[in-house]
């Protein structure tokens, strides 16, 4: 297994966890901030202009990265962003 999809796993399983927090209504410690400082800024100005896909297919296309890590890792975007 990969780094990327290593990452991937972690933000799924990240994703579960705060769901969990907002159903108790606690506040989560984020560990988020890593796997979104690893997309490259390119990526993540097409994700802040709002191509989430597009942003997706880049990150694909500059490191090989599968479309489930890819995914995974603009989530984390995503999830720092406050969408």
Known sequence: MSDPEILARISALETKVAQLFELVDAVEPSQR?????????????????????GAIRRLMELDGSSLKTATGRVNALEYGAGR
Do not use: M, Q
Request: charged letters at 45%.
């Open 33 to 53: 901030d890593a796997v979104a400082d690893s997309v490259p800024d390119e990526v993540r100005e097409i994700f802040l202009a709002g191509d989430r896909e």
